[in-house]
């Protein structure tokens, strides 16, 4: 597991990278981001929110998600930024991996995909760390996560991956508090169409 050598502040499940004051907080979704935001504000660092996740599908979809990001950023005063949206590409990305179940090759490359994004972003706006929401869902692979974004911090000079397990530290259950306190869309799949393909498959054996 990935630790720093020096840190600013420590409690027993997070700990704050040394000088990480303003942060690049790579968001998949509101609910994801809501605890998150909240504790780091409560320990003076600053996050500025990314929306990138060129995964989802379809459009209508990956609207929905953006449209409730960027208004939990808004109420909070909090700078977000819209990535870009190019879905034909990150298919690009992950082709040949399109039957692989979720938490397998085709999910590592997408954290992958989105993480080295994530990296420059950070890296334009003159930011040493980035970290990813994604790290706060049990659905997904703390490892493969861990993986991805440290893979993103090699590719991209002057970057630091703040590697951290975003559902410790009583994160999970206040996710699901704010959740109902803002009334979050909450989606049921993880947001490409083969994770929705695979909750149909579900679905329809019930
Ligand atoms: S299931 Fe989720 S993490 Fe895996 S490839 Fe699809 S959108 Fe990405």
């Not at 760390?129 to 659905?139: D, G, M």
Request: hydrophobic share 35%; proline share 3%; net charge neutral.
């Amino acid at each position: 597991m990935f630790t720093f050598a020096v840190v600013k502040k420590q409690n027993r499940d997070i700990e704050i990278p040394e000088g990480a004051v303003e942060v690049l907080l790579h968001a998949c979704c509101a609910p994801c981001s809501s605890a998150i935001v909240e504790w780091m504000l409560a320990h003076e660092v600053r996050p500025t929110i990314f929306y990138f996740n060129p995964n989802i599908w379809p459009r209508e979809e990956y609207e929905i998600r953006k449209e409730e990001s960027k208004r939990h950023a808004e109420s909070l005063g909090l700078r977000w930024i819209d990535g870009d949206y190019d879905h034909e590409r990150w298919l690009e990305a992950v082709r040949g991996l399109e039957g692989e179940p979720e938490r397998g090759g085709r999910c590592l490359q997408c954290f992958a995909y989105r993480l080295k994004a994530v990296a420059l972003q950070a890296k334009e706006l003159g930011l040493q760390y980035f970290t990813t929401t994604l790290a706060s869902s049990r659905w997904k692979s703390l490892e493969q996560i861990t993986e991805a974004g440290l893979q993103a911090q090699k590719a991209v000079e002057g970057t630091t991956f703040w590697a951290q397990n975003w559902r410790k530290g009583g994160l999970q259950e206040r996710r699901n508090q704010l959740l109902r306190e803002y009334a979050f869309y909450n989606q049921q799949y993880c947001g490409c169409e083969f994770s929705m393909r695979h909750l149909q498959k579900i679905t329809e054996t019930i």
